[in-house]
């Protein structure tokens, strides 16, 4: 269908396509009448908020009537305790997504480049394209590397140049799980000119720790063009509440926090996100849930005859060797909704977060239904 005026938009609008979120049960429900459908395809945490959030939740209610505190203190201030920083180098947002958002309309202009992965998330090339800036996409990691599909940061580095403003990382990356050492990310940032702002997008952080992958907020002293954005929706399970954060050199703060709209994080989502940080027993069944869960999925994919990526998140990307649509169809007609990754031109593959022990079963075995039934 025509836009009337979509000759009035700026540029890089004129060709975006929204970012389609995984379906909610609700929508499921509706369309095709299943009932107790779960859904695997949005990287929730499938155990929600933890307690102390749910109480700071329900003490910060009758607040909703006033503004929040537009510069966040209290989280920005336990945000900066934690990662031993100053509370002038936090940037709140909206969720990490808001944070990269924020990024690229702070660095970007059509005169301008940035740098990201074949396979980095989604939101990136929209930003950028958004900005109308010029999008440099490295060529992922062959099938055959033990990092399959991730980034390959020698190709990354050989597309940065002159006009290069940005370098987009995700680690662990979304959708593929797969991620970086220590070792290959620092001398990465070695290489990389000052005057080039790298984001590392640290979303699934909590969860990769046991990999090896680094905690980036630790080089922040150490390189001044360096942003890294975490999130609460992920392990602390606060994805509803949209909190995210960013964390670098004070200088490049004031830029963000200039950009940044007023009043970005709400009243619950301040208070939820303040009380978060200090449930390290949420936390810490939250990592064992997704550790055996991770590892059930793995065994029942691989079993199941399905090439299933190394994954350092709370989710795993299978290969079908095939276009997905049918399968992700019939899963769809059991009440299974997991996500499909065509947009990152992947057709024959799923997406599947982990769920609770009883979700993930439910998952292998309707799958294993419908390729026993030659779907």
């Keep these: 269908m025509s836009n009337?005026?979509?000759?009035?938009?700026?540029?890089?609008?004129?060709?975006?396509?929204?970012?389609?979120?995984?379906?909610?049960p609700e929508q499921l429900e509706r369309e095709l009448g299943v009932r107790d459908s779960i859904k695997l395809a949005s990287n929730e945490n499938p155990l929600g908020p933890g307690p102390r959030a749910l109480?700071?939740?329900?003490?910060?209610?009758?607040g909703v009537g006033m503004y929040p505190d537009?510069?966040?203190?209290?989280?920005?201030?336990r945000i900066a305790a934690r990662h031993a920083v100053g509370t002038e180098q936090v940037t709140l947002g909206n969720g990490s997504n808001d944070v990269l958002v924020l990024i690229t309309e702070t660095f970007l202009t059509p005169e301008h480049e940035a740098v990201y992965s074949q396979y980095g998330f989604a939101v990136y090339?929209?930003?950028?394209?958004?900005?109308?800036?010029v999008a440099r996409v490295?060529?992922?990691?062959?099938?055959?590397?033990?990092m399959p599909l991730g980034h390959d940061l020698a190709a990354m580095r050989a597309l940065i140049g002159p006009r290069t403003r940005l370098v987009l990382i995700a680690n662990p990356n979304n959708p593929t799980g797969t991620w970086l050492g220590?070792?290959?990310?620092?001398?990465f940032l070695q290489s990389v000119p000052a005057d080039v702002i790298i984001v590392l997008d640290e979303a699934y952080h909590d969860y990769a720790l046991e990999h090896g992958c680094p905690d980036a907020t630790k080089w922040l002293a150490r390189f001044p063009n360096l942003v890294v954005a975490r999130t609460f929706s992920k392990a602390y399970g606060l994805a509803g509440l949209r909190v995210g954060y960013a964390l670098s050199h004070p200088d490049v703060a004031d830029l963000l926090n200039r950009v940044?709209?007023?009043?970005?994080?709400s009243v619950p989502g301040l208070a939820a996100a303040s009380a978060a940080l200090d449930d390290t027993a949420h936390l810490q069944a939250t990592l064992e849930v997704n550790r055996a869960g991770l590892a059930r999925l793995h065994t029942g994919l691989t079993a199941l005859g399905l090439g299933v990526l190394p994954s350092a998140g709370n989710f795993v990307l299978c290969d079908f060797g095939r276009p997905i649509g049918p399968i992700n169809q019939a899963l769809l007609r059991r009440g299974v909704i997991v996500?499909?990754?065509?947009?990152?031109?992947?057709?024959?593959?799923?997406r599947i977060t982990v769920g609770t022990p009883a979700q993930n079963e439910r998952l292998l075995t309707s799958l294993a239904a419908v390729l026993a039934e030659g779907v």
């Design 4 to 24: 009337r005026f979509l000759h009035l938009a700026a540029p890089g609008v004129r060709g975006l396509a929204p970012y389609v979120p995984g379906k909610p």
């Design 55 to 62: 109480a700071a939740l329900a003490a910060a209610a009758p």
């Design 70 to 77: 537009g510069s966040g203190h209290e989280l920005r201030s």
């Design 125 to 133: 090339p929209l930003a950028v394209q958004a900005a109308s800036a």
């Design 138 to 146: 490295a060529a992922a990691n062959p099938a055959g590397h033990p």
């Design 182 to 187: 220590e070792a290959e990310l620092l001398g």
């Design 260 to 265: 940044r709209q007023p009043f970005n994080v």
């Design 339 to 350: 996500r499909p990754v065509g947009n990152y031109a992947l057709p024959n593959h799923l």
